[in-house]
């Protein structure tokens, strides 16, 4: 018999179109869904170093725990950007994106409340959070849901199996069991920066531990990208008025000022760092600060910071999510005859994460301009240039919104 190969596409075509009417079908019944959904999703595929590829996948069978959500955006985190650079621990191919928000379309028949006891129902937006929800004051990624179908940990780990588990993508299945949040009273841009933000409400909580943060504190915050800038934020929402940003790009010095800092120093205006102190002081009337925010991987940056706090004082490290280096301290004169007080702080526990939604709310309210956070907008079939853009430090937070 002679087929041509046009025939042979238009075959497999029409089977598997058949497939997924069924699949169609099989997927609505029992459950709730909303709209149309079509029988496959888009999702960006990092397949090498440097390269996404757009590519499709059947929506499978709803379990009866399952939610389907139709991704609204996500934004590209400092995690995914090392993994598209990298991929330090031998990932691809995977599907990325963990700053991710959409809307539920579809729902399992048990599903009924998210993680806080919120009810869920088709149409709400949704974030998911990836900390150990078994003790939700533990700062731990809830990486051992891996063995079970991969649920809780979105956009971070590859699975061989059906791919709608990163935010990178037009659709995600959330599976049931995962921490997922129903989030529908925050607005897009701030439902993208949860992630962020719950950084640093968790930094300002070890930070308050020290029991040197107050009200009238004076308090620094060095490095003006997005963690530090939100740091500000986090400050002002506290009530934190008395503000010093430290930076060496003048344009994120002056948002830092819109963010809420009282002042700003750069810098690179500084000859030594005596001199940089001395600006430091200045802005505080002649006073070193209370209490300092460490929010850059510099490690010449966390050498520098002792020398802007007061004997007494209290400093937050958490610049280094990944291994910087080693930075050169003098114990004698930076920590021990200072009496200074340090905490480190890493990622967030679930409790922090519920904190942030009412934090995103307390910041519109007292009119910071979060969503200016977010610089860059790219729809996901761009998502290699979004990620250029990230990697070329333009923006501040660089997001993929879907239409
Ligand atoms: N603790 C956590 O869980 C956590 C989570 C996310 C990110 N991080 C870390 O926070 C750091 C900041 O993240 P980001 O997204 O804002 O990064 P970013 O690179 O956008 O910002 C860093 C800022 O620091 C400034 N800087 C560099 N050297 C400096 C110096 N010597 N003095 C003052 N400013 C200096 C840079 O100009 C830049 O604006 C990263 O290193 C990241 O690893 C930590
Ligand atoms: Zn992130």
Known sequence: MDVK????????????????????????AGGKTVGSVPATAKVAMLTELEKYEIREFPIPKLGDDDILVKVEG?????????????????????????????????????VKKDSAGKELRVGDKVVTCMIFKDNPDITMFDLNKQNVGGAD????????????N????DYILIRGGSTVFNVSDLDLDSRILIEPCAVLVHAVERAKTTGI????????????GPIGLICIAVLRTMGIEN???IDGEQKRLDFAKEMGATQSVNFKDYKDIEALSGAVADCFGGHLADFAFQCTGSPAAHSNIYKF??????LCELGFFINGGDATINPHFDICSKELTIVGSWVYTLRDYATTFDFLKRA???????SKLITHRFPLEQINEAHRTNLRMEGLKIAIINE
């Open 5 to 28: 190969q046009i025939d042979v596409e238009t075959i497999v075509k029409s089977v598997l179109e058949g497939m997924l009417k069924q699949q169609e079908t099989a997927n609505t």
């Open 74 to 110: 996500c934004g590209i985190c400092g995690t995914d950007a090392h993994e598209f650079k990298r991929d330090p621990f031998g990932l691809i191919p995977l599907v990325l994106g963990h700053e991710g928000t959409g809307e539920i379309v579809r729902m399992g028949k048990n």
């Open 153 to 164: 940990v979105y956009g971070l780990l590859p699975d061989d199996d059906i791919h709608l």
């Open 166 to 169: 990163g935010w990178f993508s």
């Open 213 to 224: 943060l107050r009200f009238n504190s004076r308090v620094a915050v060095q490095g003006c």
């Open 243 to 245: 503000i010093v940003a």
């Open 309 to 314: 706090i007061r004997n007494g004082g209290g």
């Open 364 to 370: 519109k309210g007292i009119g910071l301009p979060m």
